[in-house]
Structures are given as structure tokens and as C-alpha cells.
């Protein structure tokens, strides 16, 4: 079975563009999580959405937003990009998301965005 | 909000010693902890988890302890292998959904 996908693996961006990074979640599971990763420490949340819904957000400027589609792969928007959003952008899937017990996350490799 | 912090940042074992890596979480409505094993260039890997109504478990050569009272939890490593030189991160979440807090991360070594 295929983990998590996500594309591109690598992306350079300027100052000032928007981006936008993929994710498709393992087979039969409807729950899809963004995290940022800055270099030298520890994933932080973006957003989580379940069941084509939002249901959570991290602490992050309104310049990121979310969706996820009906086949429950998801998409990650950043406008506006700053040199600070570089980092190494993860998506996480789960089986179950919103209201029920925690169950197993499983991340993708992630994409590598550089901001010059 | 949670708070989760991580100890060591670093850690040098010799192979076939233990490694142990302790976390703290300041939410007492956290009862999920999961553990990942991030190698370079790759993604978090799930190695272990541990909810809140259980105090220990294991798996082959790793296991997890959680004290709720002292709002810690940590990770056990016996006989190391060069294998296992990875970052270890320990995270929280509540019942809300998958919304994990991570500790800082603790990069082990394991010389040969």
C-alpha cells in the first residue's frame, strides 16, 4: 500500500509569490494534517481537516489556508511568501479526525520549500 | 495551549547500551503520545504510542512510560544499533482530533 504522498519534494520560491503544496493521504483514511518543520526542530500544526472540513488550525497567519477534496487529498496555500515560511512542509493522514479517540498518524517525506 | 518539552537535545550511546529520552507536557487533557523516528531527508515515522489509561508499553526492543500525575512520558531504547541514529521527537495531543504538539527533538547517536 502507498504511505502518504506528497509533491513536490522540492520547491524554490521568491519573496512575494504564493505556493501551493500537495498531499494525498493513505488509502481509507479521511483525516489530513499540515505541519511546518523549521530546520532544528519540531513539526508545528498548521491545520487538520477531516472529512473535507476544517478542523483545526494552528497558529498561523491568514496568508495559509487549507483545503481537502472529496477523494480526501488536500491542499496547502501560502501567499505572500516570507523568507521566514522555508521550511520542510508535512502532511500527516489518519484514519479518524475529529471527536473520537486519537488513532495513528502517519506523515509523508514532506515538501522542502525555500523562500529566496 | 500545550507545552512540551524534550530532554536530551542530543545523546551519544555506544551500540548495545540503552537510550532513554524523557519528555514533559504541561496539558493534563493530553491522553495521546506518540513517538516518531525522523531520519535525515525523511519524513516523521511512527515508532511507538501510549495513551493515557496505560502506564507502559512495549515493543521488542523499545518501550514507553507515561506518569499522568508528573505529566511525563519517555522512551526506552535497549540494545542500540547504528540503525537507530535518527532524531526522536515525542509529541502530545488531545481528544480533539490529530493535532500534535512536538517536543524539540533529540538527536541520537549510536557509535558502532
Known amino acids: 500500500d502507498a504511505g502518504v504522498t506528497q509533491s513536490p519534494t522540492h520547491l524554490i520560491k521568491t519573496r512575494g509569490q504564493h505556493v501551493t503544496l500537495r498531499c494525498s493521504p493513505i488509502?481509507?483514511?479521511?483525516?489530513v494534517s499540515w505541519y511546518q518543520q523549521v530546520l532544528g526542530q519540531g513539526p508545528q500544526f498548521i491545520f487538520q481537516?477531516?472529512?473535507?472540513?476544517?478542523?483545526g488550525r494552528g497558529n498561523f497567519p491568514d496568508r495559509f489556508s487549507a483545503r481537502q477534496f472529496p477523494n480526501y487529498s488536500s491542499e496547502l496555500n501560502v501567499n505572500a511568501l516570507l523568507l521566514g515560511d522555508s521550511a520542510l512542509y508535512l502532511c500527516?493522514?489518519?484514519?479518524?479526525?475529529?471527536?473520537?479517540?486519537?488513532?495513528?498518524?502517519?506523515f509523508g517525506q514532506g515538501t522542502r520549500l525555500t523562500v529566496v | 495551549g500545550e507545552n512540551v518539552e524534550q530532554h536530551p537535545s542530543t545523546l551519544s550511546v555506544q551500540e548495545g547500551d540503552s537510550a532513554v529520552i524523557k519528555c514533559t507536557y504541561s496539558d493534563s487533557a493530553s491522553n495521546y503520545f506518540p513517538w516518531y523516528k525522523q531520519e535525515l531527508g525523511k519524513g516523521p515515522q511512527l515508532i511507538i504510542d501510549i495513551r493515557s489509561n496505560v502506564g507502559e508499553k512495549k515493543d521488542q526492543r523499545i518501550a514507553v512510560t507515561l506518569n499522568k500525575t508528573a505529566k511525563h512520558f519517555s522512551l526506552h531504547i535497549t540494545e542500540t544499533q547504528p540503525e537507530d541514529s535518527a532524531v526522536y521527537f515525542c509529541a502530545a495531543s488531545m481528544n480533539t482530533g490529530n493535532q500534535f504538539y512536538f517536543g524539540t527533538g533529540t538527536s541520537l547517536t549510536v557509535i558502532p
Open positions: 500527516a493522514s489518519s484514519s479518524q479526525g475529529a471527536l473520537r479517540l486519537n488513532t495513528e498518524a502517519f
Open positions: 481537516y477531516y472529512e473535507k472540513e476544517e478542523r
Open positions: 488509502s481509507g483514511h479521511k483525516s
